[in-house]
């Protein structure tokens, strides 16, 4: 393994994206050959992108199983990578890639009905309610617990955040601090915990 690795050190370089050729293993697969198809690296390498990258790898290692082969799923993980390597505020693009992760992965929050009752969203006040896995209104919303509140602009923000793609400008659309919140939380539901590579990207004030 030690001789693999000096033979294809430089192109499994985070982020870049290869093609290998597998031989599977009684345990691990060996890689036979691995061809770059693009490599980010030399753009991931700026702190602030690194941090954003590694939270999009830590979440997907996290909720996706090894085996199971999830096209879609690439394709964001292969678009978010582009988009991440490209951008001036990387970390603009988290809240957007971690809604549509969710809605892949089945756990999307509803964002036009109350997670408790179903009843539609009216334009009052709303709130997030992470451990049902979405946001909920007046009546249902349990006081003695202190849930975070969305004003009806973070509701709409959340709902152009969320759109599929090819949606109206979806991917220039910025999360208002609420709504990045809100997002943070139900990853962080979902996931059990915060993902690790937040904390570092944190430290980094950006
Ligand atoms: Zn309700």
Redesign the pocket.
Known sequence: MRRARSHFAGRLEFGNECDFVMHRGRSLDVVVSAEILRARWSRLVEPERYGVASVVAEMIDAFCEPDLALPDVYELLVAAIAAIAAAPKPQALLPRFSLRFLEMLGLAPPLTT?V??G?ALGTGPVWLDAQAGGI??A??RERWRDLPELEEGDLQNLRALAEPKGGANAAAVQATLRAAAAVEELVAHHLGRRPKAMAALGALGA
């Open positions: 109350c408790q009752c009843l909920v209104d009546a249902c």
